[in-house]
Structures are given as structure tokens and as C-alpha cells.
């Protein structure tokens, strides 16, 4: 038993009064003989030996009434007992950890394990009493924000979990454990319950490795009730991942995607269908079969028929989590390449623009140029590409320097002019060589010639074709690189093409100058597609990153603009972006969906991010009680813990297992009956020692 109002018991002292008063009347008879009345004392010593046991009697019974009233008051409890409406329950903190992850929505019995959880999430609020505080944390985040307190308003919480659907959004377990023990920690209540229903999938508990000692909130005065669904591995396959596998982009051309296919059921998968949709339009199909806990990897070939960014997504069969089924990614195919062409002199880039004006298909190609003595002047922000020919007289590297780290490209070639540590200056924040000489006089030819890099693709109608003329080249620049890739070689091993990466953005390097005098590569039939492809290919950016619903998008560049959001089936919605100085990063956090987020202005789209399932989500191994367990030793929990069958009667359950179930009415009641019994005893006896005296 323990006391809610300890302190009180201080006045058990008052105890002592009856017994004090007691023995301060206590009278002593006199003795008086009669002699002709002897006969009366035996009848005399019965009445007195009678008064004395009342008397007694009185002292015992007074005495525990003011026992009785004295514990009535320290509000006593008792563990883990309930006395059917005799007592009252003592006020109580409940804290519910409700999983609303997709791993949820899997059907089982009288509907999604979600909705079953959501019923006994309200039935745990019923179970609470006026005067008791709530609070809701989803696994998900979602709803869950950092101004959540307990809440006496137990009706609000009951209508925010029946509200309540599956969230597309992954979440960390730990984090709401966390969370919870902050709630729980402002409680002042006697009772403290964490309530955690889940699947407890394995994979979604932490993402920590270490964890923190929650002991001083999570104290021997918590209980925590496990409700976890029994164990069972649903028949489900997900999309797992999605990769563009084309590195060049262009209109009316296909675009290889990749996917990966894995069945998480515990048996065969045969017959699975997995498409691919190009803007809302099936542009690929494939049927596939997969053994049990197997995956396998596809390649879909689709076109792409306009420009501008695409809506890409692999999709497979419904199944028991329809959530994980198709997997997003999107590319963007410009509908103009805007390109600067900078040049020490007009002859270095003459060659280069020629093609880049022959090879522009539907006008394609914007091209600005300017003199190596102006580069200083020009915006490079505004251009999909920069071609620089020739940098003797070059006046901007370090502000090519941070557009091509910032996202940009370039396309290099030597001026005439230009000297082997000229060439490393202006590279030296960009990457550096491992050799690096002018060579003149012998003539060089192709060696070797990477024909899958993207550069060349599409160049010839079929493999048996990959041939090119190689030019015969007279002056170049024998360059070895530590870190670039090489796409075509010459026959002395040095780089005659080669790919960097700086930052966000690429740059390809060629050795020669583009005029007849060092080579004829300019009049040769490969310049032409060659050039075109540089300039395609860097205006097709791979994605670096693909997010997971919840996480925040990063908007940079548009201040004081009205961006419109817009995904396939949803309405579109406004983002006023204001001009803030000092933040110059816009954050937008509504990604509670999986679909490509497609951001534009009145000037056109200029964002799109895909937004995708968390894998770990999908995965079918779950935590057991002994596992869960040692979990909360790890955040030196002290307190109990409780596993209730997922299907079981929770009033019952919960009545039995809960505790501080006060018992002040029992002892005033108690305290009651004694004071009516003290009043009959004390009205007889008094009548007793009335006819005792008048003897």
C-alpha cells in the first residue's frame, strides 16, 4: 500500500486523544459495607466487569476512527486490484504511442492493423476518468509536433486518433519513446502509462546506435503496455529502388530506367507485373517471378516524348502494402540549352559553333559568346553550359569556379596559346594532373575508346559499328589525370577526352584546340555528334539524392516569388516564398506524399523532386517482447512492463493490471460504520453507570 498524501499521516498522533482522555477519567469506586447486603456484591463486581469491557471497547473503536479518517485523508493505494466501484481511480497520465507507418496498413482479420489499433487506442481513452490527461505521439511525426503537452480534454484525443490514417511517412520508434518519457516527466500524477502499439518492426525501432538514460523520466512509477499484433509475414513486394540509367536526355530518344523488384512474403511470387509510366502513360511492361525473400533487377526502355521535366515511376501489382508498389524519379530535358561560348580568339571557337548550329535540332540551342577579355562580365548563372576555348587572356576563374560547383558546366578545350601551367592554374580549384605537356610534331590517333559511357551513345545503330575514324592529331596536350574519367584515350595512353566532377556540376576536358592546324578532328564526322552529345550531356544532371516522405525540400532562389506546387492527382497548391536576407533558403515540409513534387514559377518548372517510400518500412521481421524489453534496459527504464494480447478485452486488461486504485472511501466508510457503533455502545453504557451509581 502506498499513500498519494503521505504527510497526512502525521496526524495519526491524534490517535492518542481517546487513549489520554481514557486515562484521565478513570475513577476509582468507593468502598462502602452494608451489612445487610452482601448479597448484592457479586452482582455488583459482573456490572462493573461489563462497564469496563464497554469502556474498552469505546477506547479501540474511537481510536481506529480517528486511524480511519486520518489514512482517509493520505488517500491510500493499493497495486494492482480493483474493488468494483468501492473505490476511485487515482489521477493518471496516459501517454499512447500509436504507429501510423504504412507497415501498418497491412489486412489482417476485421480489418487494417491500423484501424485495429486505432480501437484500442480509444478504448484506452475510455478507460480514463475526469481529472486524467492524454496525449497521442504517431511513429510517423505527423500531428506529433514539438508544442504536444498532456491534455485534460480527453475527447479532443479520442477524435484526433478516430481522424487518424495510415501515413505515408516512415518513423523512428526511439524518437517517440524519447518524446514520450518529455511528457511523462511534466506529469505530477500518481499514475504514469506509455502505451505502444505497433508491429514493432525490427528495422524501425532506432537509427542510433548508443541511447540515452531516460531513467529519471522513465521511473519505477511508469508502467508501459506492449500491444503488438502476433508476428506474420504478409505477402508484399516492393519497388526498392528506381534508377535512371541513360546519362543523356533527349526528346523523341528512349531513356533507360532501372528498377529493383523484391518479394518480402515468406513464399513464391510468380507472375508479378512491374511497368513503367512515363507522364501518367505506360511506356514499359514486364513480368517477373520471385523466390521468397529474392529480389531482381530490371531495365525498362521508354520514350520520352516532350520536353521539359519528366514524371517517372516503376509500378507493380497491389498486394498487402499497396504503399511501396512504385518508386518515383523524374529527369528534365530542357526545352532550350543556353550555352556561353568564351574564346582568347574567334578562330578557337569557330569550329564549335558551326556544329553546335548544324546538330540544333528545333532550335534547341541558344549561344552567346564572348571574348576571354569580357568573361568577367558575363552571369554564368544563366547558362546551361560553358564552352571555353582558350584562356590566356581569361579574366574569371574563380567565378566559373564556384558555377560549376554550384551545378554548372563546362566544356574546355586549349587555346593555341595556352601554356601546361596556364592550364593548371585555371584547373587547380577544379581537380589537378598527373602529367601534363605540350606535345607538337608527332602525330597521334585514338587508342582506346569507352563506347557505353553516355557521350557516345546512340552514335552508332549497333555494336557492330562502334568504329570511329580516329583524326590524325599533330599538337595536344599529353594529359594524365588522377581523377578524371577518360573517355576516349589516344594511342600513347594520355586523355584525349575526359570527364571531372566539381561540386554539383561536370566538366569535360579535350586535349587539342578545335582548328585544323593542331588536328582534323574539326572536319572529321564524329566533331559534329561529338560536340552535340557534350552539350546534351551535360545539360542532362544526374540526381544526386532521392528523398523519403517527411523529409524537407530545400527551395533556394526565389524569393518574394509565388511558386505553384503541383503532383499527378492533387490539387496544386501556392507557396508564398518571402524575401528573407537573412535565409536565403526557402524549406517547404509538406512531403506526407509519394509522388514527384514538380516546383515552378511564371517563368516555368524549375525544381522536381521525387518523393519515395522508406524501404525499411517494407522489411517483415519484427521485434520480439524479450528484444523490446531489453531495449528499455539499455534507456534504464525502472519501472514495469506489460504485454496485452493485441485482440484482448483492454477494459479488463487494463483493470486489472493498473495501479493507484485509492482506497479513501473504504476507510471513511470503515470509519462510518465504527462511529455509529461507538454511539450505541457509548448510549448503553452510559445507561449502565446511570443504574450502577443510583445503587
Known sequence: MTFLNPAVLFGLLAASIPILIHLLNLRKLKRVEFSSLIFLKELQKNKIRKIKVKQWLLLVIRTLILILLVMAFARPALKGISLGGVTSSAKTSAVIILDDTYSMSVIRGEGSLFNQAKRNAEEIISQLHEGDDAAVIWVSGQGSGDNLILSKDLNFAAEGIKKAEVSAVSGDLHKAVVKASELLGTSNNYNKELYIISDFQKQRLSEEKTFPDLGAALNEKVRIYIIQPEPEVPVNASVESIKIVSGLFEKGKPVEVEGIIKNHSAQPMDNLTASLFINGERASQKNLSLGAGSSEKIVFEGLVKKSGYQDIYIEIDDDMIPEDNRRYESINLPE??????????????????????????????????????????????????????????????????????????????????????????????????????????????????????????????????????????????????????????????????????????????????????????????????????????????????????????????????????????????????????????????????????????????????????????????????????????????????????????????????????????????????????????????KKDLQQFNNQ
Open 336 to 685: 532550350k540549352i543556353s550555352t556561353l561560348i568564351i574564346s582568347d580568339e574567334p578562330s578557337s571557337s569557330y569550329f564549335v559553333k558551326l556544329a553546335l548550329t548544324v546538330a540544333n535540332p528545333g532550335n534547341i540551342f541558344t549561344i552567346d559568346d564572348l571574348t576571354s577579355e569580357r568573361a568577367s562580365s558575363a552571369d554564368f548563372r544563366k547558362y546551361n553550359n560553358v564552352i571555353v576555348a582558350g584562356i590566356s587572356r581569361f579574366n574569371a576563374a574563380a567565378e566559373l569556379s564556384r558555377y560549376i560547383s554550384g551545378g554548372g558546366n563546362l566544356i574546355f578545350f586549349p587555346g593555341r596559346n595556352d601554356t601546361p601551367e596556364s592550364i593548371r592554374g585555371f584547373f587547380s580549384s577544379v581537380t589537378s594532373f598527373r602529367e601534363l605537356n605540350k606535345s607538337t610534331g608527332t602525330v597521334a590517333e585514338f587508342g582506346s575508346v569507352d563506347f557505353s559511357h553516355p557521350l557516345l551513345s546512340g552514335i552508332f545503330v549497333s555494336k557492330e559499328k562502334n568504329k570511329i575514324e580516329s583524326p590524325s592529331i599533330n599538337t595536344y596536350f599529353k594529359l594524365y589525370s588522377y581523377a578524371g574519367y577518360p573517355v576516349i584515350t589516344l594511342n600513347d595512353g594520355s586523355y584525349f577526352l575526359s570527364e571531372y566532377k566539381y561540386g554539383k556540376g561536370k566538366v569535360l576536358i579535350y586535349n587539342i584546340t578545335p582548328v585544323t592546324e593542331t588536328s582534323d578532328f574539326p572536319v572529321k564526322s564524329i566533331f559534329v555528334p561529338l560536340i552535340y552529345k557534350s552539350v546534351m550531356y551535360l545539360s542532362s544532371p544526374a540526381r544526386e539524392e532521392q528523398l523519403t516522405a517527411g523529409s524537407a525540400i530545400l527551395i533556394s532562389g526565389h524569393a518574394s516569388q509565388q511558386v505553384t506546387l503541383t503532383r499527378a492527382g492533387q490539387p496544386e497548391e501556392i507557396l508564398n516564398i518571402p524575401d528573407d536576407e537573412a535565409n536565403k533558403v526557402f524549406t517547404y515540409t509538406g512531403t506526407g506524399l509519394l509522388a514527384n513534387y514538380f516546383f515552378r514559377t511564371k517563368s516555368g518548372t524549375f525544381l522536381a523532386i521525387p518523393v519515395n517510400h522508406d524501404i525499411r518500412e517494407s522489411s517483415a521481421e519484427y521485434l520480439s517482447l524479450k528484444d523490446t524489453e531489453d531495449y528499455f534496459k539499455e534507456l534504464n527504464f525502472r519501472g514495469s512492463i506489460y504485454e496485452v494480447k493485441w485482440t484482448a478485452d483492454l477494459a479488463s486488461v487494463l483493470n486489472s493490471l493498473r495501479f493507484g486504485t485509492e482506497l479513501w472511501k473504504v476507510f471513511v466508510l470503515l470509519a462510518l460504520v465504527l462511529l455509529i457503533t461507538e454511539m450505541i455502545i457509548a448510549r448503553t453504557n
